[in-house]
């Protein structure tokens, strides 16, 4: 019952789509038809001739007619009328080609531009700016550029699911994100925390030094006191004897009294100073860092003055011990006791600073040395003295941590060193070195030089690297 209903609609708006004039997308009204057998109202085919001459196109099929011949259709007139007593309502399909009218000619949308892209009227697809264009029905351009759009679809769909992936990563990196962000916010957390506890103690540790100086002192003025009082009484004895004493009895006793004056000492008065205090931060907390990044130098080794028995690598940031045996040919430059190697470039103005990691190396030492030192060991059979010329930071087989210079200091690193930074400061005559893992200072020497300091490398008899580490945005 419902498939027969469905039917008598498709049928009912069949006849009044037949009923339909094309260009006024209304009922026939007079209908006729013209040589190619389309039907249109009267009325509406003659107003679109109107202008043109010799040759009268169909507006359907474009069918191009050299006179207006048309005659009139009775019977289709008939239809309409029938049509019309149905009572039907406009069908959804009558609806959007009401919608979809030309805005000029008030004309149904029935052609396409292949060219321009465009929906045209029939009026509008005979114009001057169409003439060369390739113009196509509705019905055959839909599908055809439905097909094109589909082919392009799957283009659009390999992006579609790229872009999947993308976010897919994107959102991993906003987590990865949180996770640093958390990180960093429990480092600075931390940090601030070691700071806190750095200050507190700094500052009991200096108020202590405070307290002990002004005690100190009170203990002294008091001393001072008393002096100048006993030497006040002193003096009023002596000056009462004087007057007490008759003229003879001062005379006889004249003596003593000059004695007893000379031999009575005047107290010094007291003067005191209070030291300044002032607690200076740690590297770690005094922008150390961003000072030292300014005198950043790319420093490459120098393969001439490496031990036989060191590898450097081809880019000459790294060195390692590895009995290679290489050509041992003289070189007044070479390392040849013990397994070092010299930086390329030497310096005796400015300021220097690289980096050098370590690990966990057993024996490593890093620094600066003078073209004597150089001189003192590159010969066989003479003996290693770091009073030649070395300023440096190592640490030996057992694991001891020391500064290498005129003597020998142990250091005790509250962190492991597992990257070494140096700073040469040519102008103040200072080589300092840090420990970059927890970014503490280890030791500063003072040095006294004429000819240039060259960064020294001695990497020991294990086989891990030493590795310069490359001039970026360090730690």
């Known amino acids: 019952m419902v498939s027969v209903s469905a039917e008598m609609e498709t049928a009912l708006e069949d006849l009044q789509a037949e009923a339909s004039c094309f260009l006024c997308n209304d009922y026939l009204k007079n209908p006729v038809t013209i040589t190619c057998g389309h039907n249109f109202c009267f009325s509406c085919i003659n107003k679109f001739w109107e202008d043109l001459k010799g040759i009268f196109p169909c507006p359907i099929c474009r069918i191009c007619l050299r006179r207006k011949k048309f005659r009139r259709n009775i019977q289709l007139g008939n239809l309409t009328e029938a049509a019309k007593l149905l009572q039907k309502r406009k069908s959804k399909r009558r609806k959007q080609k009401e919608k979809v009218v030309c805005q000029k000619h008030n004309l149904v949308l029935a052609f396409f531009c292949e060219q321009d892209l465009e929906v045209l009227c029939s009026q509008c697809s005979f114009s001057s700016d169409h003439k060369k264009h390739r113009i196509w ?5 839909a599908p055809y550029f439905k097909k094109r759009l589909e082919r392009c679809a799957e283009s659009w769909k390999k992006k579609v699911r790229q872009l999947e992936k993308v976010r897919i990563i994107q959102n991993r990196k906003a987590l990865e994100l949180k996770k640093q962000v958390e990180h960093a916010r429990g480092e600075i957390q931390s940090e601030c925390e070691r700071l806190k506890f750095y200050l507190q103690t700094e500052r009991e540790t200096i108020l202590q030094q405070l307290e002990e100086e002004e005690m100190a002192i009170e203990t002294k003025l008091r001393e001072n006191r008393t ?3 006993e030497y006040a009484s002193s003096l009023n004895r002596l000056l009462k004897d004087i007057k007490s004493q008759s003229a003879l009895a001062l005379l006889t006793n004249v003596n003593g009294i000059y004695h007893a004056y000379k031999t009575l000492k005047s107290p010094e008065l007291f003067s005191f100073q209070l030291k300044e205090y002032s607690y200076h931060f740690p590297p770690q907390y005094s922008g150390l860092d961003r000072i030292i ?65 370590v690990k966990d190396k057993v024996g490593w030492i890093v620094g600066v040395c003078k073209e004597t030192f150089l001189g003192r060991n590159n010969a066989p059979n003479q003996g290693f003295s770091a009073q030649d010329g070395l300023w440096g930071i190592g640490r030996w087989d057992m694991g001891d941590y020391i500064a290498l210079g005129p003597q020998r200091i142990d250091l005790l690193p509250v962190v492991m060193p597992m990257k070494i930074g140096v700073f040469l400061d040519c102008d103040l005559g200072e080589v300092s070195f840090y420990n970059l893992s927890d970014k503490s200072h280890l030791y500063t020497f003072k040095v006294c030089f004429l000819d240039a300091l060259w960064p020294y490398f001695y990497a020991g008899t294990d086989p891990k690297p030493l590795m310069i580490c490359p001039v970026r945005d360090s730690e």
Not at 137 to 141: D, F, G, S
């Open 137 to 141: 029905p509705v019905e055959r351009a």
């Open 227 to 229: 002096q100048c009082s």
């Open 293 to 357: 990044k300014r005198f950043e130098v790319d420093v490459v080794l120098d393969p001439e003055t490496a031990h036989h028995d060191l590898t450097v690598s081809e880019d000459r940031k790294t060195v390692r011990y590895g009995r290679t045996q290489q050509n041992s040919t003289h070189n007044p430059r070479k390392f040849y006791l013990f397994p070092a190697v010299l930086g390329s470039k030497g310096y005796n103005a400015g300021r220097h600073y690289w980096q050098v990691e």
